[in-house]
């Protein structure tokens, strides 16, 4: 089931991503994979779980030469609400 809403929600990200390119990126669709993968990445201290993904996608995404970053900034907070999911089911 996780897979199954983990694909669909990178096809629908994907799918409204392609409206907000603004510059061309032959890669565009890894990389917001990877950015959406790495957001939901858990790290846990004696069972409390952090988002330790979320916030090295988010540093990565707020470099300053990155293209598209509106973009990759929506897939890593779908991947946080996804985190969030996993967390309370």
């Not at 907000?20 to 790290?43: M, P, R, T």
Request: net charge positive; with cysteine; aromatic share 20%.
């Amino acid at each position: 089931m996780w897979l199954i809403l983990f694909v669909l929600t990178y096809f629908i990200l994907y799918s409204g991503a392609k409206k907000e390119i603004k510059a061309s990126s032959e890669s565009l669709a890894l990389h917001i994979f990877g950015y959406y993968f790495l957001s939901v990445i858990n790290f846990s201290i004696n069972q409390f779980p952090i988002p330790l993904g979320f916030i090295i996608a988010m540093f990565l995404v707020n470099r300053t030469s990155v293209n598209n970053k509106d973009v990759k900034k929506v897939a890593c907070y779908v991947g946080l609400i996804l985190w969030f999911i996993g967390i309370f089911l």
